[in-house]
């Protein structure tokens, strides 16, 4: 089990404390909703979606959770301004705790932050994402608004190697202070297989170590672009949901601190694998500190022996 050198940062995000040594926190599972091509979705220009259905899946959600210990926080999608609206309006409604907000819009993003700032959000939102494509439109709102959480991304089409991604990972860590970002989640990315897949599980243990900083990954977008998994008999439900959840959990146990698992339909799964592996992290990092003669309260999840 990993003990960094390093003094490794804890920061609140709405309740929800991410970071630390591995083993000191529960590992935090972030689900998607609204996004294109999920069954919950109708129209994503006008941001129409089925109530019902996403209510059923966040409160397996939030079961899941509670039964695990491992904490929950949503990330929501809104392709344009009105969905951005409806989407954050409903989950505000019906979820009390953090969540993070994206558009490949930024138009929709920077109505999320002043959606946020109008409704009293900022307690709980987290800016996604702090990144080399925002406009400056963007980067002015988000500084002048009262939210201070983010994720920055720590990517570059030009960073191919280690080196270049930290320094990528560093140039975007300064210029979301520089825009008042107090608390971050740093993700350094996730590439497709064969393009640099895995680079970013090496890079999170990097900013571990040499940053002390809280990590997080969307590490379920390279089994979903994977071709081979596109093949004819490989192609099923089945077959796409374990190799998110393989890529998902290796990502936990190389000490990313909070997972982005892709759909919240997929909670069950992923919620039940990850603390199966939390059990194990935790094992270990008890003996670990225990071995290094270092006094660490450590998360102790629940084994239902």
């Given at each position: 089990m990993f003990i960094f050198r390093q003094k490794q940062q804890v920061f609140d995000f709405g309740g929800i404390r991410i970071g630390g040594q591995?083993?000191?926190n529960p590992t935090v599972l972030i689900g998607g909703l609204f996004f294109k091509g999920q069954e919950v979705v109708e129209n994503t220009r006008e941001g129409r979606f089925d109530?019902?259905?996403a209510a059923q899946w966040l409160s397996?959600?939030?079961?899941?959770s509670e039964r695990t210990g491992h904490p929950l926080m949503i990330?929501?999608?809104?392709?344009?301004p009105i969905a951005m609206e409806r989407h954050l309006s409903w989950l505000a409604d019906n979820f009390d705790g953090p969540f993070l907000f994206e558009s490949i819009n930024a138009r929709a993003r920077i109505y999320g932050i002043e959606y946020c700032d109008e409704r009293g959000l900022v307690d709980r939102a987290v800016y996604n994402s702090v990144n080399l494509s925002m406009t400056s439109e963007e980067r002015e709102r988000l500084s002048e608004s009262s939210i201070d959480k983010a994720v920055v991304l720590g990517w570059s089409p030009r960073a191919t190697s280690l080196a270049e991604r930290m320094e990528t990972v560093e140039s975007m860590v300064s210029e979301a202070r520089r825009l008042g970002m107090k608390k971050i989640l740093v993700d350094p990315g996730t590439l497709p297989v064969g393009a640099g897949y895995g680079l970013e599980y090496r890079t999170v243990l990097a900013i571990k170590s040499e940053l002390g900083l809280p990590t997080s990954l969307g590490p379920h977008n390279a089994p979903a672009s994977w071709r081979f998994i596109r093949q004819q008999a490989l192609d099923t439900e089945v077959i796409r949901l374990t190799t998110s959840v393989a890529a998902t959990v290796v990502a936990q146990v190389l000490a990313t601190d909070a997972l982005m698992y892709g759909s919240l339909a997929n909670s069950r799964a992923v919620f039940a694998s990850?603390?199966?592996?939390?059990n194990a992290i935790a094992a270990a990092a008890a003996?670990?500190?225990?071995?290094?003669?270092?006094?660490?309260?450590?998360f102790e999840p629940p084994t239902y022996d």
């Open positions: 591995p083993g000191e109530a019902a259905l397996q959600a939030q079961e899941m990330q929501i999608y809104g392709r344009t990850v603390a199966l592996v939390g003996e670990a500190h225990y071995a290094a003669g270092l006094d660490t309260s450590l």
